[in-house]
Structures are given as C-alpha cells and as structure tokens.
C-alpha cells in the first residue's frame, strides 16, 4: 500500500487517466490529454487521507517487521 501511496502522490493525473479509462471508456491518449488539461485548470494535489494512508502503510511496515524480529528472536 505505501507504494501505491508513493505513486499517486508523485503522479496525481495517473488517477484521473485511469478513472477516465475505466469508467468514460475513453482511450489512453485521450484520457492523458484530458488529465494534462485538467492539471492545467485545477491544482492537482496529494490530500490528506493520501497522505494519512501512507503513514498507515508504513507504520504497519515497521511495526510488521518488528513482530517478525521479536517472534524469531523469542525462539
């Protein structure tokens, strides 16, 4: 998850390009050029909950690996 996190944080059009992709059917070519265009009206930005989501995924990372450690060294 904290890759999928780090992705759309660097490239917030990615999600309007798939969106448009999937749901309108539109092609691939079409739905950067529309991506690009509504980069260009909107600021396009990384929210909180992406950002909350990316903490999560690493704190559970870390937390997971812990365990793993703490587990093996109990042996």
């Known amino acids: ?16 390009t798939q ?3 999937d ?3 539109v092609s691939q070519k079409v739905a950067e050029k529309a ?3 509504a ?3 909107y600021e396009m930005t ?4 992406l950002y909350m989501v990316l903490i999560g995924a690493l704190m559970a990372l870390a937390l997971g ?6 587990a093996r060294a109990a042996r």
């Open 39 to 41: 980069a260009k009206l």
């Open 23 to 25: 749901d309108e059917g």
């Open 65 to 70: 690996a812990l365990g793993f450690m703490k």
């Open 46 to 49: 990384a929210g909180p909950g």
């Open 19 to 21: 969106k448009l992709k």
């Open 1 to 16: 998850m904290a890759i999928v996190a780090a992705i759309n944080m660097a490239d917030p059009e990615r999600l309007v």
């Open 35 to 37: 991506a690009e265009q």
